[in-house]
Every structure is written in structure tokens, then in C-alpha cells.
């Protein structure tokens, strides 16, 4: 398809799920934006989608746990005149620490990161695309947001605000031309997920259901998104997740933290 002169944002655009939004947005005409930490990444990432689909791919290269990032966002595409109808925010960190053993900056690092700097890109950018006539908005949540489990808790309370603003800010933009989707997702096959000690047995688990390719996961979250959907969640395994975590006891929970702080010691 050809530039059809609309633009998406993509946060984390350099790897992972946010690659996989790119080549996908691109691949439908759209001029993407790509936001990430990574430079390099994300240069590299342009001249592809430049050269592969013929669609203006600018580049900010920025850490979104800072105060005025999204500022910074919104004015550049204001400077720029560019017509965003797609806000896809979807960069994150995981932390699989104790509270009390996580450095305090990195704690206030991962609730700007997936709180604040999202909140503040949806508050500069919908009324844009209300006056625009049309907008879509993409939060990524997670499974874990159900999961107030130790070593995951700080993460998943992070995810659960995402889930939380984005069903009221959907809610507020009823009648309007801009839809709000929540992609709620559990394991993805991305670098997000690391060493993880399940990792091991990765092709088992994408081969039974309870993890999805990144690919995957991107197109049927963008399908959702563009079908005005509320939200998203993919897998079987997910929704029964869902449907369990708030039955755990706190008991258990507690063996379970004493038994990963003596594995952490070994």
C-alpha cells in the first residue's frame, strides 16, 4: 500500500512487539514514528520500512521514563504537521526483584515508563485526533494485572493502571471519532522476558498455547484495534489465568515468596 499520509506512534518501536507493530502499520500505508531508547535499533528499523514499503519512518530516540517525554512526542509531531491517527503505547521494562531489594529509581523508572508517560501521550494526542475525525489508541496491559504475586507485583500493579485508564478513557470517548483498545497479554516470545527461568522450555510452551509469537500477538492486537474492539485477549490459557489468580491465597503466596528468595540465595 501506498502512503496514505497518516501516522502512527509506536513506543518501543526497536524490538520485540514494537518492531512487529511497525512492520505491520507500515505494511498497511501508514508513516510510523518510532520511539525508543535504542538509537541504533530504530535507525536501522527506518531504512527498512522506507526502503521495503516506501513510508516515512522518522526516528526519536528518547527515554520515555523522563517527565516531558511526551511532550516532547506530541510537539514533534506538531512541529512536523503530521496527521497521527494511531498511538500505540507499548515500550516496557520488567522488573523481577522484592520491592524492598529494588533500587528506588528503578521502581520510579517502571511507573513512568508504563504509567505516566502513556496517561500523558493520550492526553496530548486525543483531542488531535478528535479534531482530526478519526483515532485509535492501543495500551498494552497484561495477564498479570489479575497477579499481586511476589518478585511480579510491582510490574503487574503497573499493568493494571493501563487497564484501568484505558477502560475509563474509552469509556469518555464514546460518541467520538477515536477508540480505545487494551491488549491484555501473557507470555510473548519477546527479549522482554529474558532469562526467565520458563524460558527454557520456550518452543514447548509456544507449541501448547500458553505463549504466543510476537507476530501473533501484533495482529490480532491491531485487528482488535482497528475493529473498535475493547480489548484483547488472545490465548485460552490467558483468560483462565484471569479467572484463577484472584482465588490464590495469601498463604500460598507467602510460601511461594519464601521459596523464590531462598532460590534467588542459591
Same mark, same amino acid.
Given at each position: 500500500?501506498?502512503? =496514505? =499520509?497518516?501516522?502512527?506512534?509506536?513506543?518501543?518501536? %526497536?524490538?520485540?512487539?514494537?518492531?512487529?507493530?511497525?512492520?505491520? #502499520?507500515?505494511?498497511?500505508?501508514?508513516?510510523?514514528?518510532?520511539?525508543?531508547?535504542?538509537?541504533?535499533?530504530?535507525e536501522?528499523?527506518?531504512?527498512? #520500512?522506507?526502503?521495503?514499503?516506501?513510508?516515512?519512518?522518522?526516528v #526519536?530516540?528518547?527515554?520515555?521514563t523522563?517527565?516531558?517525554?511526551?511532550?516532547?512526542?506530541s510537539?514533534?509531531?506538531?512541529e !512536523?504537521g503530521?496527521?497521527?491517527?494511531?498511538?500505540? =503505547? =507499548?515500550? %516496557?521494562? #520488567?522488573?523481577? *526483584?522484592?520491592?524492598?531489594?529494588?533500587a528506588?529509581? /528503578?521502581?520510579?523508572?517502571?511507573?513512568?515508563?508504563?504509567c505516566?508517560?502513556p496517561?500523558?501521550?493520550?492526553?496530548?494526542?486525543?483531542p488531535?485526533?478528535k479534531?482530526?475525525?478519526? %483515532?485509535?489508541?492501543?495500551n498494552?496491559?497484561?495477564i498479570?494485572?489479575?497477579?499481586?504475586?511476589?518478585?511480579?507485583?510491582?510490574?503487574?500493579? *503497573? !499493568?493494571?493502571?493501563?487497564?484501568?485508564?484505558?477502560?475509563?478513557?474509552?469509556?469518555?470517548c464514546?460518541?467520538?471519532?477515536?477508540?480505545? *483498545?487494551?491488549?491484555?497479554?501473557?507470555?510473548?516470545?519477546?527479549?522482554?522476558?529474558?532469562?526467565?527461568?520458563?524460558?527454557r522450555?520456550? /518452543?514447548?510452551?509456544?507449541?501448547?498455547?500458553?505463549?504466543?509469537?510476537?507476530?501473533?500477538?501484533?495482529?490480532?492486537?491491531? /485487528?482488535?484495534?482497528?475493529?473498535?474492539k475493547?480489548?484483547?485477549?488472545?490465548?485460552?490459557?490467558?483468560?483462565?489465568?484471569?479467572?484463577?489468580?484472584?482465588?490464590?491465597?495469601?498463604?500460598?503466596?507467602?510460601?511461594?515468596?519464601k !521459596?523464590? /528468595?531462598l532460590?534467588?540465595?542459591?
Amino acid at each position: 500500500m501506498q502512503f =496514505n =499520509n497518516k501516522y502512527a506512534i509506536v513506543t518501543g518501536a %526497536g524490538s520485540g512487539m514494537g518492531r512487529c507493530y511497525t512492520l505491520q #502499520l507500515a505494511e498497511r500505508g501508514y508513516g510510523v514514528l518510532l520511539v525508543d531508547i535504542n538509537g541504533n535499533a530504530i535507525e536501522e528499523l527506518s531504512l527498512q #520500512l522506507t526502503s521495503q514499503y516506501g513510508v516515512p519512518a522518522p526516528v #526519536l530516540c528518547i527515554d520515555l521514563t523522563l517527565p516531558q517525554a511526551a511532550e516532547q512526542i506530541s510537539g514533534l509531531c506538531k512541529e !512536523k504537521g503530521w496527521c497521527v491517527e494511531i498511538l500505540i =503505547n =507499548n515500550a %516496557g521494562m #520488567l522488573i523481577t *526483584t522484592p520491592i524492598e531489594e529494588t533500587a528506588p529509581d /528503578k521502581l520510579q523508572r517502571i511507573v513512568a515508563l508504563h504509567c505516566t508517560t502513556p496517561l500523558l501521550l493520550c492526553r496530548l494526542l486525543v483531542p488531535q485526533m478528535k479534531e482530526a475525525g478519526r %483515532g485509535y489508541i492501543l495500551n498494552v496491559s497484561s495477564i498479570t494485572a489479575w497477579m499481586d504475586w511476589p518478585v511480579i507485583g510491582i510490574y503487574g500493579c *503497573t !499493568k493494571r493502571f493501563v487497564k484501568g485508564y484505558s477502560r475509563a478513557l474509552r469509556t469518555e470517548c464514546l460518541g467520538t471519532p477515536v477508540s480505545v *483498545t487494551t491488549a491484555i497479554f501473557g507470555a510473548v516470545d519477546t527479549p522482554l522476558l529474558g532469562n526467565l527461568p520458563f524460558m527454557r522450555f520456550r /518452543k514447548l510452551l509456544l507449541r501448547l498455547g500458553f505463549m504466543i509469537s510476537p507476530e501473533k500477538a501484533t495482529r490480532l492486537a491491531l /485487528k482488535a484495534m482497528f475493529k473498535h474492539k475493547s480489548k484483547l485477549i488472545p490465548c485460552l490459557s490467558d483468560r483462565l489465568v484471569i479467572m484463577l489468580c484472584p482465588l490464590m491465597p495469601t498463604c500460598l503466596l507467602h510460601i511461594m515468596a519464601k !521459596k523464590i /528468595k531462598l532460590t534467588d540465595q542459591k
